[in-house]
């Protein structure tokens, strides 16, 4: 395989480790974290497999935060469940340099979406766990 791929890790609080997730063969939501940093992956990708030219990344932005609106609320809740679980960790990034990954501001109709099927989710997930179903099929 030739192009782009990404690593996906994901903390975990109980060891206090990185764990790897799984590795896509295509870009992935954090890109706009890597271009917020100053990594162009897709121009990278093009200049490699169109022109067959290399391009070097001599610097980028560091101490830089991806924030998941709808990822993190739920790693939030997740989150506090655990003994060394800190509320502050959770909140820091928003008071840093970051990137959204559904920004809002330029195009709010992704967030719209994004927060519509965030919603249907939730609340599929709440009315499981109280045995209730809202189809009539459903019910006996």
Known sequence: YKGVSSAEFKYDFRDSKYKLIEINARPVGPERLFYTAGINFPYIAYLDCVQRKSLRVNSYKTDLYWISNFQDVKEFFKGRKLKNYKAREYFKPYFYNKTYEVPFKKDPLPFIAKLY????????????????????????
């Open 117 to 140: 099927y965030s919603t249907l989710f939730l609340l599929r997930a709440f009315l499981n766990r109280c045995h209730i179903s809202i189809f009539s099929a459903d019910t006996k």
